[in-house]
């Protein structure tokens, strides 16, 4: 009878035990595919080092190679803004993605860390031969710093720092499409802008009036996107898919059927 028990005992064991190791392989399924979302958030920091360019107080070079021109120059982009060595910039995929950049002097830096967008690309010297390194603009760089102490912070030039991704946050403002200069109804050039979240993009489709099907945009360089050949009859519906957390936002009917090159259409979305 006492034998009979304890094999009854273990038998349950065993059972609860392949039911516990079943649940805990679940949870960790469930747990990467709901948390796909939110990659883009790494609460770890990593080794770089960063520099700086342009004025010593000013945002960087114009424009980038990312190609958003001036809105490197004006709130919320203004001082917020950097090139990144490739392994970051990806060839372009990587514009627009934010990271939190903090310094490790603790004689002269703060131990706050400053948020950057990118917004350019620095191919060669000290961010070549696969160095995650930031160059950033001479505000951000200063803002590394205690207050005061961001000339004596330039003056050092390359420095040691940690970073990690983070989520982008433009204040309010939705995801908008500049036409790009010299697109027509045969190729259309699309450059995204203010993208809330991941801030990178993974792919891109556009719709036309009055059809069903979603056509793929091709990536030509920066965080620009075009489409061909047409004729292409608007008005437009986008969709975008990030290239870190693989977020889908559809903008219906966001470009006008009467769009012009070189205008901004914003649309009422954004990801969360």
Known sequence: MAASSSSSAASRLSVLLASWLVCAACLFVSGDASGAAHRVVDPEWHPATATWYGSAEGDGSDGGACGYGTLV???????????????????????????????????????RAVTVIVTDECPGGVCAGGRTHFDLSGAAFGRLAVAGAGGQLRDRGEI?????????????????????????????????????????????????????????????????????????????????????????????????????????????????
């Open 73 to 111: 120059d004006v709130v919320p982009m203004k001082a917020r803004v950097g090139a990144v060595s490739p392994v970051l910039f990806k060839s372009g995929e990587g514009c627009g993605a934010c990271y939190k950049v903090r310094c490790l002097d603790h004689g002269v830096c703060s131990r």
């Open 160 to 272: 040691n720092v940690v970073f990690r991704r983070t989520a982008c946050r433009y204040g309010g403002k939705n995801i908008a499409f500049h036409v790009n200069e010299g697109s027509t109804s045969f190729w259309l050039s699309l450059l995204v802008e203010f993208e809330d979240g991941d801030g990178d993009i993974g792919s891109m489709q556009l719709k036309q009036a009055n059809s069903a099907q979603w056509r793929d945009m091709q990536h030509v360089w920066g965080a620009t996107w075009s489409l061909t050949p047409g004729p292409l009859v608007g008005p437009f519906s986008v969709r975008l898919t990030t290239l870190s957390g693989k977020q889908t936002l559809t903008a219906q009917d966001v470009i006008p059927k009467n769009w012009a090159a070189k205008a901004t259409y914003t649309s009422r979305l954004n990801f969360a």
